[in-house]
């Protein structure tokens, strides 16, 4: 299958604070779409007044004809000696970061946009430029917040301040669409909602993990107040309570895991967390 790949630069508000405007553009441009297969967006990072606001939008189109040749498998790792640079730049103030948006722009522009690929080459990113990173006193972290689509904006408001309030190093934000998850214990989609997956840099000094903590235990909860739900295996953040309202099947899991596992020989920090009372309940 052949994809054409467009990109797109849009804002999440309009210029009368109008909260809708990409939801809108998403629900009329995208989703209603046949032809769109793939879809994600990068919001801008850059602490000023279009931070969280200003972002590209990137699509995949169904061209529905096989490419006039062969286009060869993609290694997304040739790009590292070039991002791994640009982005850590951006690990180091505003300024780093404006530098790294204002590039990503112009080499989407240049070398991706109207371009046709693959999906097997449109779904292959480079990632080691990022994953690699090991500071001896920081880490990148990952977290992941699934929101209704007609909420989006809400979500984004709070995701606003937090980061601005706490002070953290986000280093992207990039939006997908997730279709509702049906016929699974522990679904994070549980209606068609928007993925928020937060990638930042992250001081490992114990009171700066504390601080981290608290504002996501903030996101977590204003994920759920929406009618979303938070990403579980990543940080032990979320209370014991945040966890049985963002995943009230639980305890039916537990039951499940007991008749399989009667000994508890399959553990981990998470279920030792979040399941293990509750197993000892059922027992």
């Known amino acids: 299958m052949a994809l054409g790949l467009l990109l797109q630069r849009i804002s999440f508000h309009g210029n009368s604070g109008r909260p809708n405007i990409f939801p809108d553009f998403f629900q009329k441009k995208i989703l209603n779409n046949k032809n769109t297969v793939l879809f994600y967006a990068h919001l801008n990072i850059i602490p000023n007044s279009d931070f969280?606001?200003?972002?590209?939008?990137?699509?995949?189109?169904?061209?529905?004809?096989l490419p006039k040749k062969i286009i060869s498998l993609d290694n997304p790792d040739k790009w590292n000696a070039i991002l791994t640079p640009i982005?850590?730049?951006?690990?180091?103030?505003?300024?780093?970061?404006?530098?790294?948006?204002?590039?990503?722009?112009?080499?989407?522009?240049?070398?991706?946009?109207?371009?046709?690929?693959?999906?097997?080459n449109a779904m292959e990113k480079p990632v080691r430029f990022a994953s690699n990173h090991h500071g001896k006193h920081d880490t990148d972290w990952l977290q992941e917040y699934f929101i209704p689509i007609d909420q989006l904006?809400?979500?984004?408001?709070?995701?606003?301040?937090v980061i601005l309030e706490n002070n953290v190093n986000l280093l992207n934000v990039t939006i997908r669409y997730v279709p509702e998850e049906r016929n699974i214990f522990l679904t994070y989609a549980k209606h068609d909602c928007f993925s928020?997956?937060?990638?930042?840099?992250?001081?490992?000094?114990?009171?700066?993990?504390?601080?981290?903590?608290?504002?996501?235990?903030?996101?977590?909860?204003?994920?759920?107040?929406?009618?979303?739900?938070?990403?579980?295996?990543?940080?032990?953040?979320?209370t014991i309570r945040q966890f049985q309202k963002g995943y009230p099947e639980y305890d039916r899991f537990t039951r499940i895991k007991n008749e399989?596992?009667?000994?508890?020989?399959?553990?981990?920090?998470?279920?030792?967390?979040?399941?293990?009372?509750?197993?000892?309940k059922i027992k």
């Not at 780093?96 to 999906?119: M, P, Q, S």
């Not at 553990?267 to 979040?274: E, G, I, P």
């Open 52 to 65: 969280l606001n200003k972002m590209y939008v990137i699509t995949y189109k169904n061209t529905y004809q």
């Open 87 to 120: 982005f850590n730049i951006s690990r180091h103030g505003k300024l780093g970061k404006k530098w790294r948006w204002n590039l990503e722009n112009k080499i989407f522009d240049k070398f991706y946009n109207n371009r046709i690929v693959t999906r097997n």
């Open 153 to 161: 904006s809400k979500f984004i408001a709070v995701l606003h301040n």
């Open 196 to 238: 928020v997956v937060l990638y930042f840099n992250q001081d490992l000094a114990s009171n700066k993990i504390e601080e981290t903590q608290s504002w996501t235990q903030n996101l977590i909860n204003a994920s759920l107040s929406l009618n979303g739900n938070y990403y579980l295996p990543y940080q032990l953040f979320a």
């Open 260 to 280: 399989y596992d009667p000994t508890g020989l399959f553990v981990n920090k998470l279920y030792l967390k979040y399941f293990h009372q509750q197993a000892e």
